[in-house]
Nanobody, 124 residues
């Protein structure tokens, strides 16, 4: 079992930055691809970014490409999401997830463990 705890969310003005962290416990995530997803009010949970087990493969949603950066520190069992140039449309609850596979994937169905989420609100 893996427990994932997100942190770093909050209220920020448009154009600002936030860094989300996802700390894992229970077992190592060094053999798992990791992902970030988000869910805005009234919308389905959507893919944001994913990183393979060693960080060699990274994919982003088109809506965040060039603004967000996913990274991981396997020694700390932690994954990060650096979010720059934030827009009001980025407002959502952000979830961290761990996949069974080592390979980066955009598909929600490939992720076995999810955190409780951290709320990000971007004001205009």
């Amino acid at each position: 079992q893996v427990q994932l705890v997100e942190s770093g969310g909050g209220l920020v003005q448009a154009g600002g930055s936030l860094r989300l962290s996802c700390a894992a416990s229970g077992r190592t995530i060094s053999n798992s691809a990791m992902g970030w997803f988000r869910q805005a009010p009234g919308k389905e949970r959507e893919f944001v970014a994913t990183i393979s087990w060693r960080g060699a493969s990274i994919y982003y949603a088109d809506s965040v490409k060039g603004r967000f950066t996913i990274s991981r520190d396997n020694a700390k069992n932690t994954v990060y999401l650096q979010m720059n140039s934030l827009k009001p449309d980025d407002t959502a609850v952000y979830y961290c997830a761990a996949a069974y596979s080592r390979f980066a994937t955009r598909s929600k169905e490939q992720y076995d463990y999810w955190g409780q989420g951290t709320r990000v609100t971007v004001s205009s």
